[in-house]
Structures are given as C-alpha cells and as structure tokens.
C-alpha cells in the first residue's frame, strides 16, 4: 500500500484509547490491518487463508474490518478519494451513467434468484459514474432486483465533492441509463431534481445508440469486479460485501487521482 493511499486513510481511523482500569484490546499496528483488508479485497483470499506476514492475526484483522465498517471508514475514505480528485478537477459533472452486474452469491441477505444465472443465488452491484467512469456512488441488492429500483438510492448517494473553486457539488448536468431503467417514474423524478434525463426507451430505442456514451460504466464494473473478492460473494453479511464494493471504488478512484498528466 503506497503511502499517498495511508496518508488519506490514516486519520479516518480510529484512535486506539487505553482503558483508564487496565486490560481491554492490546494496540495493533493499523496500517498493518488495513492493507491486510485489502489484500482480502485484492486477492479474494478467505480470512483464514491471511497470509502471517502482515503481522496480525485473523480475528484481529477481520473484526477491525468490522469495527471501520460500524464507523463509516469506508464510505468516508471513498469520499476523501473523491474530494481529491475534485479539488483538483479530475471529476466530469457534464453526464453520470448508472448499470448494473450480477455476481453469484453463496449465502447471506440480499441474494436471489439470477435472471442471467440460471436462477442460482446471486448478488447485484450497481455503480453510478461520472463521464470518465469514475465511481461515484455504489450499491447492492439481490439479483433479482429490478436496475430502476437502484436508480434513486444511488443519486442521493452522491456525495458533496470539493470542487476545483466554489461550493461543493453533487448534481449531475445529465443522466445517462439504458432500457432497465425506462419507466416514467424515474425520468419525472429526475428531471424534478434539475437532472436531464436520457435514458432509452423500450420499443422505441435500439440500445446501440446509447453505447458511445455507455461503455464508461461498463469499464468501471470491470475495474471492480477485478478486484478478486468481487468475482463471487462470499461474505455472509451484506453489509461486509457492500463494505468491500466501497474500498475497491476508493481505490479505483485513488489510481485515477495518482495517473500521471500527460505531457502538454
């Protein structure tokens, strides 16, 4: 883990406070853990198979994974990737696109029949971008869950981003969607919140068209889904996987903030 990533992450976590009576959990080295958690992440690895270099051992690291989860660590870190990548005016407000990719799922909530599985368990990741496929908010649900009932949540997900000069920001000029998400509901809710919508429309649109604007989003599903403990859910908790989705959309940020500028 590079030191630009701990800088960001470092005062997110938090503080290790002795016990004034003596006893409690011993100290632990928290960069140790969290570049144990993305290994998890990166590798795909099960817990158990940790390897014993990190220096910390299994339930420590698994159940600090949890304690940053109960305080928001990783939704934050996500949102300080991106305020660094707005300062800097590295985020393209002109069009957010949103869809969405089943993974099959072993257990757990949030788990259902596959439309595109043959009907085994599985999990859906939905992913908002900006138009340069930066993921700005993430999300999960069943598998049989509709695309458009994600089209809301994932909205009011965006964060209030740092800009380059003035206020922060959080609203699209456009949203771009495919068939999925084509009902009149959503293109009027939309459109109330100051958004142009534009999002094909069923017996009318070939799906062609949208794909010169599209594929973004589904390059960002593919930058996730590589990172290995993506591929397929394993994780009982809903809440653990979902935790995962949101590192590995910080860390997808992060490399696009480290890209060198090409020369001018």
């Avoid at 992450?9 to 938090?14: Q, S, V």
């Avoid at 690291?61 to 305020?83: E, N, P, Q, S």
Wanted: proline share 6%.
């Amino acid at each position: 883990m590079s030191d630009e990533l701990w800088e960001l992450a470092e005062p997110l976590l938090p503080k290790f406070s002795p016990r004034t009576q003596g006893g409690g959990t011993a100290p632990i080295d928290q960069r140790s853990v969290f570049t144990a958690v993305v290994y998890v992440l990166t590798s795909g690895c099960a817990w158990r198979m940790l390897p014993p270099s990190f220096g910390v051992t299994v339930p420590t690291a698994h159940r600090r994974f949890t304690v940053w989860i109960c305080v928001g660590v990783w939704r934050r870190l996500h949102r300080a990737v991106l305020d660094q990548l707005g300062s800097r005016g590295l985020i393209d407000w002109s069009r957010v696109v949103i869809d969405a990719s089943s993974v099959r799922a072993k257990r757990g909530p949030l788990t259902g029949p596959s439309p595109v599985d043959r009907g085994k368990a599985g999990s859906k990741i939905h992913v908002l971008s900006d138009r340069a496929g930066v993921p700005l908010s993430v999300g999960v649900s069943a598998a049989n869950t509709n695309d458009a009932e994600a089209l809301k949540p994932l909205v009011q997900a965006i964060p209030a981003i740092r800009s380059r000069r003035g206020q922060r920001r959080r609203k699209p000029a456009k949203l771009h969607a495919d068939k999925a998400y084509d009902t009149a509901e959503m293109r009027s809710w939309v459109r109330d919140r100051g958004i142009a919508v534009r999002i094909a429309r069923k017996g009318v649109e070939s799906s062609q068209r949208l794909g010169r604007h599209r594929w973004v989003i589904e390059r960002t599903i593919s930058w996730l889904t590589g990172y290995h403990r993506l591929n397929i859910r394993y994780d009982r908790k809903a809440i653990h996987f979902c935790a995962f989705l949101t590192l590995a959309a910080a860390l997808t940020c992060f490399k696009k903030l480290m890209k060198p500028k090409p020369p001018t």
